[in-house]
């Protein structure tokens, strides 16, 4: 597996797979990768010759009272699980690199759906996410890329970026990827001390709930969202940032349970905000 620092290094390889009549996938990450990324990137190497995978943590998406500095990294780590998961080249720029002397330029969806679900508590999140992820897609020059289903937003913005950009890239999603015990895989999972991580198991058991419901036949999404809230609530460790249903491809705040709802809440479990959701289809 190739380890690239620089954007000339990858976009040199690119140049030289396309020589070749290679195809590429892209895997952006900000690293301290688990099982979740390794799906990602399994997936990937299913569907494609060549695989890069972003490792960066972007300081863009992150709010001045935000993690940046504490988020979990471990590069020789992610390096390991890459290779075995059959990935090409791992991308791990440094922030100068990345973004420059001075950088002022920024990739921004001017609708609404950055300012919902997660963009209520994190405004300047998505720009961020569309500005990196943009940037990588200038670098690497995939022909799919693919995301996790755990950040649904993040996933339906990008593919919004990538329609009203042109860009040309198959935008794959891919399911979320759970613990044995229900908990959604996630970097930040490493936060949370014994006696939190088991009143992390409400967002699951909410999500499950919600889901029974759904499938058998409630199309009032209040009422799921109540029976979902009420079940948070009685965890004594969990603060509800928020619990909503919203139409994935607009993020549009739905009332009926149909095709396409997203049933999607971040919770703070202590201080650490946790995501959840599943998509009724």
Known sequence: MIKAETIKEVRDQVKAWRKEGLTIGLVPTMGYLHEGHASLVDKAVSQC???????????????????????????????????????????????????????????????????????????????GVCTVVSKLFNIATPDKAFFGMKDAQQLSIIKKMVKDMSYGIEIVGCPIIREDDGLAKSSRNTYLNEEERKAALVLSKAVKLGKEMAENCEKDAAKILEAQKDLIEKEPLAKIDYVSAANFDTLEPETQVKSGTLFAMAVYIGKTRLIDNFLYE
């Open 49 to 127: 010759d060549r695989v890069i995978v972003s490792d960066f943590v972007n300081p863009t998406q992150f709010g001045p009272t935000e993690d940046l500095s504490t988020y979990p990294r471990d590069f020789e780590r992610d390096c390991k699980l890459l290779e075995e998961h059959g990935a090409s080249l791992v991308f791990h720029p440094s922030v100068e690199e990345m973004y420059g002397e001075a950088a002022a330029t920024y990739v921004e969806i001017l609708n609404d759906m950055p300012k919902r679900l997660c963009g209520q508590t994190r405004p300047i999140h998505f720009r």
